[in-house]
């Protein structure tokens, strides 16, 4: 069933949780997604990021994110990730999403305010929920290694300014930077809960977690304890289905078909997203 993440959110706050949100890029992502949160009647989040357009366009993905979304046994919240402009993000509504993300976090932090505010408001007459981003977490959503390979502890979140941003704004859920990046990660990630603790006391909001992968089951608890109710995750999941279609490749000594290919792709990647699930949700 298709949900809001407002709901979504609320589920994740009554069960001291956090919700898995998986970014798509193919079909088998979809289908491995879905059927990893039905087999563990978990919500989940089905995100497409807009840098992912030169991969498949939105036009086609997104469609068909949103039907397999209404038949899933489970609650389902067809979100946009790391929206950069307006019109596209307008365009993911037309389409049927039910939350999308502004991220203004490159610019200053009026002009980051200004253009939350537009998307709230036009968000709001579609009654979907709206992400948005203060401080860096790099802009890598390719699983390649980020320029400096971990973050920048002068570009994490300013709890104050997470507050300003937040009453000024009204979005539903902010992305905040405490030491995670996008995509593989050159040494252990450090990452700072204090501050987790102090957006959620001072501004009040789940607070979003991205570049989930290569975080360790421990410190995903950890944040998920202090407030992290959203969990952006990407590169392992591709990663383990590509790793698998190489070695199932290697191993094969007849004809390989792509359907194969996709098979083994799917499973590798709902394999991951399942695991990852479980660390997420209070109940495994
Ligand atoms: P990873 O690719 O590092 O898991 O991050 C995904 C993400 O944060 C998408 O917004």
């Known amino acids: 069933m298709l949900v809001t993440m407002k709901t979504i959110l609320k589920y994740a706050e009554a069960h001291h949780s956090a919700i898995g949100a998986f970014n798509v890029t193919t079909l088998e992502g979809i289908l491995g997604t879905l059927e990893a949160a039905e087999e563990l009647k978990q919500p989940v989040i089905l995100q497409f990021a807009q840098v992912h357009e030169s991969l498949i366009p939105v036009s086609v993905l997104g469609p068909i994110m949103v039907m397999l979304a209404e038949q899933a046994s489970v609650p389902v919240c067809v979100h946009l990730d790391h929206g950069e402009d307006l019109d596209y993000i307008k365009k993911a509504m037309d389409m049927g999403f039910t939350s999308v993300m502004y991220d203004g976090s490159v610019l200053d932090f009026e002009k980051n305010v200004a253009n939350t505010c537009m998307a709230v408001e036009i ?3 579609y009654g979907v929920s709206v992400e948005a981003e203060i401080g860096s977490m790099g802009r890598e959503e390719f699983g390649s290694v980020g320029a400096e390979g971990e973050a920048v502890a002068s570009l994490y979140t300013d709890p104050d300014e997470a507050k300003e941003f937040v009453e000024r704004t009204g979005v539903d859920a902010l992305a905040c930077s405490f030491g995670t990046v996008h995509g593989l990660y050159l040494t252990e990630p450090k990452l ?39 969990i952006n995750y990407y590169t392992y999941a591709a990663k383990a289905g590509g790793q698998a279609v190489r070695e199932q490749c290697a191993a094969e000594e007849d004809i390989v078909y792509f ?26």
């Open 192 to 230: 700072d809960f204090d501050i987790i603790s102090a957006i959620r006391e001072k501004a009040q909001i789940p607070v979003v977690m991205h570049g989930g992968s290569g975080v360790s089951p421990e410190d995903f608890r950890r944040c998920i304890q202090r407030g992290v109710r959203k």
């Open 259 to 284: 359907h194969d290919v996709a098979t083994w792709g799917k499973e590798a990647m709902k394999a991951d997203v399942r695991e990852a699930m479980k660390v997420f949700a209070s109940e495994f």
């Open 123 to 125: 968000a709001s007459a």
